[in-house]
């Protein structure tokens, strides 16, 4: 199945003042088998769109469909059970539970729709082996390293096999040397079902993805040029 993500007309104005556009009445098809990247400066929109993306922010006009499905942003129910099973969401500060190890950071999405605590054990066990951290699943995100905490959240976000990833700046408190490894990571989890979108400040990164963006005053700007 070829899933997309189709947004039409979005406008996002701020709520203190509505005459600031975030988001310009920009249209774009999102579609899967390839991975976009998001650069702009900081106030450009990227991260506005990333949480519309989401469906953790609502847009002030416009709509979002995902797979044919018209997103209703008024059912939080639906839209929290699309986010849970759909998306995975990859945050820079991480947004790890601190008072829980590795590994209950990430089977915890998947019990709470699977209600299996053994299977969630099992998949999450799977997934940090692939990581290369089976040796630091009962550590806590205070005695693991910034690339370390950045591959558990990832790890997280994959827990429930989302059709769609979201990534705000993934890289931002990292060395470039962390950093690569972490991308290293998001390229190899391209498949042909799968959309994942970045967003970051940085253009070595920016330009592996497939598609590039450019957010300038809420517009998205198309590019297949390489960013200097």
Not at 64 to 85: G, L, M, Q, S, T
């Amino acid at each position: 199945m070829n899933n997309f993500i189709k947004i039409k007309n979005i406008i996002k104005k701020y709520e203190k003042n509505k005459s600031i556009k975030v988001l310009n009445d920009i249209s774009f098809k999102f579609e899967s088998g390839k991975i976009y990247s998001i650069i702009g400066p900081s106030g450009s929109g990227k991260s506005t769109l990333l949480n519309l993306l989401s469906l953790i922010d609502t847009p002030s006009s416009g709509t979002i469909e995902i797979n044919n499905n018209k997103v209703n942003f008024e059912n939080k129910i639906i839209n929290d059970d699309i986010r849970a099973k759909k998306i995975g969401i990859i945050y820079q500060d991480k947004n790890l539970l601190s008072d829980f190890t590795a590994m209950e950071n990430v089977y915890l999405p998947n019990l709470l729709l699977s209600n299996d605590q053994n299977s969630s054990i099992i998949i999450a066990k799977k997934i940090i082996k692939n990581f290369g951290l089976s040796s630091r699943l009962n550590h806590f995100p205070s005695e693991l390293s910034g690339g370390e905490n950045q591959r558990i959240a990832i790890a997280r976000a994959l827990i429930n096999n989302p059709e769609i990833i979201l990534a705000d700046e993934p890289t931002g408190s990292l060395d470039f040397e962390n950093a690569k490894q972490v991308f290293k990571i998001l390229l190899n989890l391209k498949n042909k079902n799968r959309i994942i979108i970045f967003a970051t400040h940085n253009r070595y990164f920016a330009n592996m993805a497939d598609c590039k963006i450019k957010m300038i005053g809420g517009k998205m700007n198309i590019t297949n040029e390489r960013f200097n």
